[in-house]
C-alpha cells in the first residue's frame, strides 16, 4: 500500500543489468522485472525500485546515500555476498547498538549490513 508522502521507491545505478540481477537473485533471492534493456524492477524486498543503466555508481564516498540491509547472521550475509561476486569493502565493525559491514555489488555500488547486539 502506498502511504501518502513516504518513501516508495528507489533507483539505483547499474552499469550491466544482468550482472546486477544475478548477483542480487544469488545473494538474497531477488526477483525482477525487466522494462526494457535498461531497467528492471523489484518489490517486496524492504522497498521496492529498480536499476537503470548507468556508468555511475553510488558510493559514501561520493557523498551518496547509504542503503542498509538487516541481517539475523552478519557471517551468513557476508559469505552470501561473497560467494555471489560482491566484494567486501570494510570488514564487520561493531558501532552503538550493533555490527555491519560493507560492500560493493558488481556495479561498484555501496550497500551495508547491519545487525542488532546479541542478535
Do not use: C
Not at 557476508?78 to 555490527?99: L, N, T, W, Y
Amino acid at each position: 500500500m502506498n502511504k501518502h508522502e513516504k518513501i516508495n521507491y528507489v533507483e539505483l545505478p547499474a552499469k550491466n543489468i544482468k550482472a546486477t540481477k544475478d548477483f542480487f537473485s544469488a545473494a538474497f533471492g531477488w526477483e525482477f522485472v525487466d522494462y526494457g534493456d535498461e531497467y528492471t524492477a523489484f518489490s517486496n524486498e524492504g522497498i521496492d525500485g529498480g536499476f537503470y543503466k548507468s556508468d555511475l555508481f553510488t558510493s559514501t564516498k561520493n557523498g551518496s546515500a547509504l542503503i542498509i540491509f538487516y541481517s539475523k547472521n552478519l557471517e551468513e550475509s557476508q559469505a552470501k555476498i561473497e560467494e555471489a561476486g560482491g566484494r567486501i569493502i570494510q570488514a564487520i565493525f561493531s558501532f552503538p547498538g550493533g555490527r555491519r559491514f560493507h560492500f560493493e555489488d558488481p556495479n561498484g555500488n555501496e550497500y551495508a549490513v547491519w545487525s542488532g547486539l546479541g542478535v
